[in-house]
């Protein structure tokens, strides 16, 4: 992940950790489970403990669109909570998870007791810029965008293993077509072809990055 720290939970102590989480409730959801919905009223936050979930939203043509995936210690639904405005995307899970789910009032509160608004301000902050990131790569080619994103997942949720990278989230080509704004064909043709190029090797929900810097070049 980044250096700079991009959310709640990456900047308290491990005491202001534990009060964060007595003001919650633990949950678990299955994997394939929607957690929030795009257009719901904000009454909560959750706190990921375990697990991983993508952040969808629907296009214009009804397509769903593949924002993020996020992971242990992100905190779910914070924006809509702060602004005071219903969900502006879909929370669903690609694995198991489990965290605290933490009342809207709950955490406004202990967001002004801890004096954290700074922290929320730089985080929406980066959140905005991740957008623009995405609207940028939407003018790369299907194989190019494919390679961006690899390497954005290698960075936060890639395992070195025997000198390539296992990516430690399960990700389908749906989900891969969804996030690059790209066809399921598109998408299968492109990993072949990084494939055929010895840069990826794939197995089922599983992607393993064999050359990093060979990914970086399709960027350029």
Known sequence: ?????????????????????????????????????????SRSVLVIEHGHVKVTQLAADGAEVILALRGPGEVMGDEGVLMGEVRSATVTTI??????????????????????????????VWRRRESDQQSLLARLGVKNRLARWLL?????????????????????????????????????????????????STGRRQITLHDLEGLRRLTL
């Open 95 to 124: 694995t198991e998870v489990s965290g605290v789910d933490i009342a809207a009032e709950a955490l406004l509160s202990f967001i002004a007791e801890e004096q954290l608004w700074p922290v929320m301000y730089k985080a929406a």
């Open 1 to 41: 992940m980044a250096s700079e720290a991009h959310s709640i939970v990456e900047v308290l102590g491990q005491a202001q950790r534990r009060a964060l989480r007595e003001r919650g409730t633990e949950v678990r959801f299955p994997e394939g489970q929607v957690i929030f919905w795009e257009g719901q009223p």
């Open 152 to 200: 954005e997942l290698a960075a936060e949720f890639g395992t070195p293993k025997e000198g390539d990278c296992v990516l430690d989230v399960p990700i389908s080509q749906y989900d891969l077509a969804n996030r690059i704004g790209a066809s399921r064909d598109a998408v299968a043709i492109a990993l072949r072809q990084l494939r055929q190029q010895g840069l990826v």
